[in-house]
């Protein structure tokens, strides 16, 4: 699908398979949200730029590549989004952090922002947008609104779950965001949630039903 990086490592596929199982426990749920949003990190940044800088190894100096420029931002969105934040901090510990708080109103399906906090050289960094579960597409174009407004320019957006319907939305709003997901799913039901799906994260994260 254009836009659309399918990450199918066998890794990210079968952490995928028991976040499915409605019978893996909180904890379980949680820790391979953790996994699975270290091993997606790795794939959206493995085309940052290098540049080279001389380093002396106990034996002798040499040439040796660095990340170049400004570091990244990482934008996680509502409780989700929180689910991958700590995994991808493992590699990018010193990634900023934009907090987007939105949820969906459960009537309506519209995303509602209850808070947004962010830094304030966004212009130079690359934002990833941790969305995991991009079933209408709403609260991601929401979301990069927001931080476009606040001057984000380059922007990624990270997914576990993405429907075709939310794609084609994210792309008609923003066609330069390019995403990055574990799996396309089928579609949503009546109320919002990815079928087959994982059910509501915040409530398999969080223990709150
Ligand atoms: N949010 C969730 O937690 N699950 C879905 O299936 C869709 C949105």
Redesign the pocket.
């Known amino acids: 699908m254009d836009g659309v990086t399918v990450v199918n490592h066998p890794l990210v596929q079968h952490k995928l398979t028991l976040l499915r199982d409605k019978t893996s426990s909180t904890k379980v749920f949680r820790e391979l949200f953790n996994e699975i949003g270290t091993l997606l990190c790795y794939e959206v940044t493995r085309d940052l730029p290098l540049e080279m800088i001389e380093v002396e190894t106990p034996l002798a100096k040499m040439k040796s590549p660095i990340l170049s420029g400004k570091k990244l931002v990482l934008a996680p969105v509502g409780r989700?989004g929180n689910g991958f934040l700590d995994g991808m901090r493992n590699l990018l510990p010193s990634a900023r952090v934009a907090h987007v708080g939105l949820y969906?109103d459960p009537r309506t399906l519209v995303a509602v922002e209850y808070f947004f906090k962010a830094p304030d050289d966004m212009a130079d960094r690359l934002t990833l947008v941790l969305h995991?579960?991009l079933?209408t597409g709403n609260s991601a174009v929401a979301a990069i609104d927001r931080l476009k407004e606040h001057a984000a320019k380059n922007v990624r957006i990270v997914c576990l779950?993405v429907t075709r319907r939310a794609v084609d939305k994210v792309r008609a709003h923003h066609p330069d965001v390019h995403i990055w997901t574990a799996a396309i799913d089928d579609d949503?039901d009546e109320r919002?949630?990815?079928v087959p799906?994982?059910?509501?994260?915040?409530?398999r994260m969080y223990g709150t039903r």
């Open positions: 989700a969906r995991p579960m079933a779950l949503i919002g949630y990815i799906g994982i059910g509501d994260v915040g409530d």
